[in-house]
């Protein structure tokens, strides 16, 4: 069974610095990784998809590494902006799975 | 397209009580699943269906039922709701051929 961690919760930041979240999941036998973003009491955006055969997403400031060996996706967001103050999760699918299984999310907060 | 649409937005249930959480999806996309979120927790998978007429249980099905009659539509039944049953719920789709979700905005629900 896929077990996908996010540390840390909460994250704040300055504008302008890039950030980096972490994403860990326990089967490397990992078919594809997505990152969503979540605003305040909405629905869940998808903002990149990494299949097992690839090592990097990337749309515009924001780029998704995959590193199956060691159990840990990246995702970095370039020159933070307030408007990327906003909840991201990390869901991961198993080859032999039909669903995702996600990350309790890392929450963040760009100071202007 | 209007995506996945979900009604309603919020809801209060009495414990015991019942009620349908309603999905649409106008993009044709064969797979659809229903997700709970609690606070601080990864969403949790209830019911998917690959197809119409065809439905299967995820990790906590307990306590909700779901029909597939069309492609478009996936209602989540909640029969003798109970305080557990407090969440956020999710609707989502893709297609058969792109692993990527798409999520509807949520329904609130509060069982007291």
């Known amino acids: 069974k896929q077990e996908v961690t996010q540390i840390p919760a909460a994250l704040s930041v300055p504008e302008g610095e890039n950030l980096v979240l972490n994403c860990s999941f326990t089967?490397?036998?990992?078919?594809?990784l997505q990152w969503f973003r979540q605003d305040p009491g909405k629905g869940l955006t998808s903002l990149l998809l990494?299949?097992?055969?690839?090592r990097e997403q990337t749309s515009g400031r924001l780029n998704a590494s995959l590193d199956k060996s060691s159990g840990r996706s990246t995702l970095y967001i370039a020159a933070s902006q307030p408007g990327d103050s906003a909840t991201y999760l990390c869901?991961?699918?198993?080859?032999?799975?039909?669903?995702?299984?996600f990350g309790a999310g890392t929450t963040v907060t760009v100071r202007a | 397209n209007a995506g996945v649409t979900q009604t309603p937005k919020f809801r209060i249930l009495k414990i015991g009580q019942s009620m349908t959480l309603q999905c649409t999806q106008d993009?044709?996309?064969?797979?659809m699943y229903w997700y709970r979120q609690d606070p601080g927790m990864g969403l949790k998978l209830i019911y998917y269906s690959v197809g119409a007429g065809i439905t299967d249980k995820g990790e906590v099905p307990n306590g909700y039922n779901v029909s597939r009659s069309t492609t478009e539509d996936f209602p989540l039944r909640l029969e003798l709701a109970a305080p557990s049953q407090t969440s956020v719920y999710f609707c989502?789709?893709?297609?058969?051929?792109?692993?990527?979700?798409?999520f509807g905005p949520g329904t609130r629900l509060t069982v007291t």
């Open positions: 869901a991961g699918r198993g080859s032999n799975d039909y669903k995702l299984s």
């Open positions: 990494i299949q097992s055969s690839q």
């Open positions: 993009m044709n996309h064969n797979y």
């Open positions: 989502a789709s893709r297609i058969g051929t792109n692993y990527e979700q798409y």
């Open positions: 089967d490397s036998a990992i078919y594809n």
